[in-house]
């Protein structure tokens, strides 16, 4: 079976720091992993994804993420928050093998401050 | 292109009425996906359409059911409603191509707000 962990329910970081949310994953074949965003009243908004190749996969807005295999996790990093990075943020997993379906995590929210 | 869009909006409802939830994928869009987000149980995944044909369902309750048209346009459907149906539904499209498994991203509409009193 497919799940995904999203270890902080909030994270909390001051504008033009570094900010890393955490997501681990575990699926039986090879794994397809987004992270998506959603703010207020919105649906999510995709932002990278992992396929194959470069462990580290570059994305919208300035966001960027790093698949490791050995810890079956893929953070999204950036190297300096935003306010308006404030939303809240999703992790997902497809497993390769046919037939299974998008596994979201709970969603971690981020709060950058000013 | 337009984005995925969902109708209604908002719909509010009474214990045991039905519902029927509108959307329409990106164009040339097959695949369609819908989900179930709440505070407690996060986002679930309800089912998933491509071609009219359900290629996945999660684990909910047979009151929950769903269609795609030839169109690729797809609704879902709830009977019997329960207070704990509220929620914010939210539909997907992708452009899967019906072969293999799926490493394309979804397009998410905004959503369709339910609360049932």
């Known amino acids: 079976a497919q799940s995904v962990a999203q270890p902080e329910d909030q994270v909390n970081v001051a504008e033009g720091n570094p900010l890393t949310v955490k997501c681990t994953y575990s699926?039986?074949?090879?794994?397809?992993l987004f992270w998506y965003v959603q703010y207020p009243n919105r649906g999510l908004q995709f932002l990278l994804k992992?396929?194959?190749?470069?462990?580290l996969v570059k994305g919208s807005y300035g966001f960027e993420a790093e698949f490791n295999k050995s810890q079956t996790s893929f953070h999204l990093k950036k190297p300096s928050a935003l306010v308006s990075d404030s939303a809240l943020y999703f992790c997902a997993v497809r497993d390769s093998n046919y037939g299974q379906n998008f596994v979201f995590g709970p969603g971690t929210r981020l709060s950058v401050l000013p | 292109k337009a984005g995925v869009t969902q109708t209604p909006r908002y719909l509010i409802k009474t214990r045991g009425q039905q519902v029927t939830l509108s959307c329409s994928p990106i164009?040339?869009?097959?695949?369609v996906s819908w989900y179930q987000q709440t505070p407690g149980q996060g986002l679930q995944f309800l089912f998933e359409?491509?071609?009219?044909?359900?290629?996945n369902k999660g684990n909910f309750p047979g009151r929950f059911s769903g269609r795609q048209f030839s169109n690729s346009r797809s609704e879902m459907n709830v009977s019997t409603l329960e207070l704990g149906d509220s929620a914010l539904y939210l539909c997907a499209s992708s452009p899967y191509l019906g072969s293999g498994s799926s490493y394309n991203e979804q397009f998410f509409g905004p959503g369709t707000r339910l609360t049932v009193l």
């Open positions: 164009s040339g869009h097959r695949s």
């Open positions: 699926v039986s074949g090879n794994p397809y």
């Open positions: 359409y491509f071609s009219e044909t359900q290629r």
């Open positions: 992992y396929i194959t190749g470069d462990n």
